[in-house]
């Protein structure tokens, strides 16, 4: 059998572009020099999410078909007509309403191919043609938050993930934290942090210890079909920290930090990660959070924010300025 392959261009905004290709690196969708493989990323976003948004769309169009055909006399084609127009029109409005002067050169093939060719033979009525309707799918599939549309780029990891959670089978994960080494966990649930908007895998090894896997670096999966008895205490355990921070199960440290008055417009202005706060005194911030994750938040805020405990703390973040002064210091310039 042939593998038919069809080319496709496809008129965007420059904005809607640079989110698409946004999304492709957030997801790990990426070429092999580390760069957004976006007509990789397309086609699976265009095939995982036909469906759903077809759904959308014929809700969105009978909806307002029924409010016409209340509110007037025209004739049902006329109606159907006037209802798509409506339909595409509130889909546009609601999300990218500027120029569309971005080309993308969509390539597909397989099911991609399929895809298309279905949309193109049962979905195009009153006229639309295969651009539009396919400017209008990436327009829906926009204005989705961005864990969600994760869910749906990545489906098929999904689905199996989903799976073995709920028959609370063992599983096999390779990811790119740590490419050549395969582990086996037992799955208990996927979390999303609120200020990435990524989702988590919140699991246990089978010697019982806590970790986390992001969801778009879990590059192959194998369920064993082995079954692990699920324990409520680590279940409680891992919603808690589902809750606050599920990008880490790393230690949680008590630490105390000075900020100055920068500092501390600093800590309010940036959210992305920001832990919390336990209690303030002044100047002075108390957190209890995972060491990590306390670290990598403060390690912009330079001399606006200072380490007072707990020591181990304090040397990392000497050492991560030492190593940064040093790097400078090497520097030759051109």
């Known amino acids: 059998m042939l593998n038919t392959t069809e080319k496709y261009k496809i008129y965007v905004t420059q904005e809607m572009k640079k989110t698409l290709i946004d999304d492709a690196e957030l997801f790990e969708i990426k070429k092999s020099d580390g760069t957004?493989?976006?007509?990789?990323?397309?086609?699976?976003?265009?095939?995982?999410?036909?469906?759903?948004?077809?759904?959308?769309?014929?809700?969105?169009q009978e909806n307002v078909l029924s409010n016409i055909r209340e509110c007037t006399n025209i004739s049902s084609d006329s109606a159907t007509y006037l209802?798509?127009?409506?339909?595409?029109?509130?889909?546009?409005?609601?999300?990218?309403?500027?120029?569309?002067?971005?080309?993308?050169?969509?390539?597909?093939?397989?099911?991609?191919?399929?895809?298309?060719?279905?949309?193109e033979y049962n979905y195009l009525k009153s006229g639309v043609p295969l651009s539009q309707y396919i400017y209008e799918l990436f327009a829906s599939y926009l204005s989705i938050p961005r864990n969600r549309r994760e869910q749906i780029i990545?489906?098929?990891t999904y689905d199996k993930i989903h799976d073995a959670i709920n028959h609370n089978h063992i599983i096999n994960i390779i990811s790119t934290s740590d490419s050549n080494?395969?582990?086996k966990?037992?799955?208990?649930?996927?979390?999303?942090?609120k200020e990435e908007q990524c989702n988590y895998l919140l699991c246990v090894d089978t010697k019982n210890r806590k970790h986390t896997y992001r969801i778009s670096r879990i590059t192959q999966m194998h369920n064993t079909g082995s079954s692990f008895k699920s324990n409520q205490k680590t279940m409680r355990k891992l919603e808690d920290i589902a809750k606050k921070h599920p990008q880490s199960v790393d230690k949680i440290i008590s630490a105390t930090i000075y900020l100055t008055d920068i500092g501390i417009s600093m800590f309010n202005n940036i959210s992305k990660n920001r832990p919390e706060v336990l209690k303030k005194q002044g100047n002075?911030?108390?957190?209890?959070?995972?060491?990590?994750l306390l670290?990598?938040?403060?390690?912009?805020?330079?001399?606006?924010?200072?380490?007072?405990?707990?020591?181990?703390?304090?040397?990392?973040?000497?050492?991560f300025y030492e190593n940064a002064s040093n790097s400078y210091n090497n520097t030759i310039l051109i």
């Open 284 to 292: 002075y911030y108390y957190f209890k959070w995972p060491r990590f």
């Open 181 to 183: 080494k395969q582990f």
């Open 154 to 156: 990545l489906r098929d």
């Open 185 to 193: 966990i037992c799955p208990y649930l996927i979390a999303s942090s």
């Open 83 to 119: 209802a798509s127009k409506i339909s595409s029109t509130f889909i546009k409005a609601n999300n990218y309403t500027g120029t569309r002067d971005a080309r993308i050169s969509l390539s597909v093939s397989g099911n991609s191919y399929n895809t298309m060719k279905e949309i």
């Open 295 to 319: 670290e990598d938040y403060f390690h912009r805020f330079g001399s606006e924010a200072t380490i007072i405990s707990p020591p181990e703390t304090v040397d990392s973040m000497k050492s």
């Open 36 to 60: 957004a493989n976006l007509n990789s990323f397309l086609k699976q976003l265009i095939v995982n999410y036909i469906d759903e948004y077809q759904k959308k769309r014929q809700d969105l």
